[in-house]
């Protein structure tokens, strides 16, 4: 007898390695012709569809009699792939070493080594051939270190081999065997290549679009069938500036290219559509099947992937400040200079502290909000403006000034501007090493800072 939903919840399983895979399938609300799938690889327990590659990396490698209990795993990578592995080392007793770029946030290596890897850190501006790129690093390690196995996820084939035998079946029985597309993206291939086998002997007519980030070569591959020149782009984990050895896009019948800010607010409107709350690339993904399902003359049964969990990109995607400092957010212009104010006091967004407050939470205050000052406000209007020098001269030699008010230590000496400031002038000011004040009609509206001016500029660009 078919087991209920809450039967199959209510199972209990003997370590989390048993909880990879078989993932959910949503049917997003999507209301055009097309019916759309979201496969929910978030639900793994490291969090993406990594862990799949992962798990099957390392039974290979245990098959092939390549690594034994007690062995040294190596990786280059500081995405899904790493928390993957670090996840499954853990679990089967093996030593993990993750080399990764100097660029990536202190966030993802204490993830890293709170799952018990060592972390090594390189240098992320040299290229491929340096011995000090990520990669070529890894594999040196891996040579250089007894009984180590270099996991190589970008030419290993237990990597597509994992999303043929595990990934593509599901999705072929939770989609009642009929999948007109399935929209993919591309960071090692695997994905892609494991899935294209599977349905290449299943469902031949099943269509491959790939949905790649604006900068990465792949989409004008499929295209063209010639490599162009590589850009930049914010969206995590997808998207290349060169073809992966595993990858076989040979089956991919179109391509999509999806800019950041698409991806970002698509991502953005499925966490609030359909309560979701997906990574940055799952916004490619389900841009370009939303565009396929719009250019489709026939109704369609279309798969994609949430690859994995927004909680990576609270700080990112998901906060209005950085999006509206990247430029994805557009307030209307005012032609002044409150369009360099990223944080307008009447918005709320100001974090401040009062004439009374202690320099320990003005201190602690801008370790949170990661600012070098913070404006100390009195009745809506700026009393002064408090640095980290102000706070270092006050406790270098009585650690008690913690307990001082702001008010003792807080610089008076305000440089006020108003809208009709000139940029000249206020970059003036700033190279002093001030900031400035801007009050509109009277009202404190808000600080600009260097970090201000220069987020200007940027979206200028
Ligand atoms: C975050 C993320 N990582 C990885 C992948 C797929 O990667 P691969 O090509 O390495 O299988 C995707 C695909 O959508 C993704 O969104």
Redesign the pocket.
């Known amino acids: 007898m078919k087991k209920t939903g809450t039967e199959e919840n209510m199972q209990t399983v003997r370590t989390v390695l048993d909880l990879i895979g078989n993932t959910p399938l949503l049917k997003a609300r999507y209301l055009g012709k097309c019916e759309l799938f979201l496969k929910l690889e978030n639900h793994n327990p490291g969090g993406?569809?990594?862990d799949r590659?992962a798990l099957s990396m390392i039974a290979a490698a245990e098959r092939e009699g390549k690594i034994r209990q007690g062995s040294t795993l190596v990786e280059a990578t500081a995405?899904?792939?790493g928390l993957g592995l670090a996840l499954v080392a853990a679990q089967k007793g093996y030593k993990m070493i993750l080399v990764i770029p100097d660029k990536m946030s202190q966030e993802k290596i204490s993830h890293l080594k709170a799952l018990g890897a060592e972390i090594v850190v390189t240098r992320s501006d040299v290229e491929k051939g340096h011995p000090e790129y990520y990669q070529d690093l890894a594999e040196r390690i891996a040579r250089e270190t007894p009984d180590s196995f270099y996991i190589n996820?970008f030419a290993n084939p237990a990597?597509p081999a994992a999303?043929e035998q595990t990934t593509a079946p599901e999705i072929w029985e939770q989609m009642e065997r009929r999948v007109d597309a399935v929209v993919?993206?591309?960071?090692?291939?695997?994905?892609?290549t494991g899935l294209s086998r599977y349905f290449s002997r299943v469902s031949p007519k099943t269509e491959f679009i790939l949905?790649d980030p604006a900068g990465s070569v792949l989409a004008g591959y499929v295209r063209t069938k010639k490599l162009g020149k590589a850009g930049s782009w914010l969206v995590?984990?997808?998207g290349e500036d060169f073809i992966?050895p595993i990858?076989d896009l040979s089956r991919v019948s179109k391509a999509y290219t999806i800019g950041d800010e698409e991806s970002f607010s698509t991502a953005r409107e499925l966490l609030r559509s359909e309560g979701v709350l997906a990574?940055?690339?799952?916004g490619?993904?389900a841009a370009a099947a939303l565009r396929y399902c719009r250019e489709s003359s026939a109704p369609k049964r279309v798969v994609t992937?949430v690859?994995?969990s927004g909680n990576k990109y609270l700080s990112k995607m998901f906060n209005d400040f950085w999006m509206a400092d990247h430029g994805f957010l557009r307030k209307a212009a005012s032609g002044d200079l409150r369009d360099l104010v990223g944080r307008p006091f009447h918005e709320g967004s100001v974090s401040s502290v009062k004439p009374a407050d202690t320099l320990m939470t003005a201190f602690l205050r801008m370790r949170l909000y990661e600012y070098a000052q913070l404006p100390v406000i009195e009745g809506g209007r700026v009393a002064g403006i408090l640095d980290e020098s102000d706070i270092l001269l006050a406790v270098h030699t009585d650690v008690s000034a913690y307990h001082k008010p702001v008010r003792e230590y807080m610089t008076k000496n305000l440089v006020t501007v108003q809208p009709s400031t000139s940029l000249e002038e206020m970059t003036v000011i700033l190279e002093k090493g001030l900031v400035g004040l801007l009050y509109c009609e009277g009202k404190f509206y808000g600080l600009i800072t260097r970090v201000d001016l220069l987020n200007h500029l940027r979206r200028r660009l």
Do not use: M, R, W, Y
């Not at 993919?184 to 291939?189: L, M």
């Not at 990574?279 to 799952?282: A, Q, V």
């Open positions: 993406s569809i990594k590659i995405g899904n792939t996820q990597n999303h993919c993206g591309v960071g090692s291939g695997g994905t892609i949905a995590e984990g997808i992966p990858a990574g940055s690339s799952s490619t993904l992937f690859a994995d």
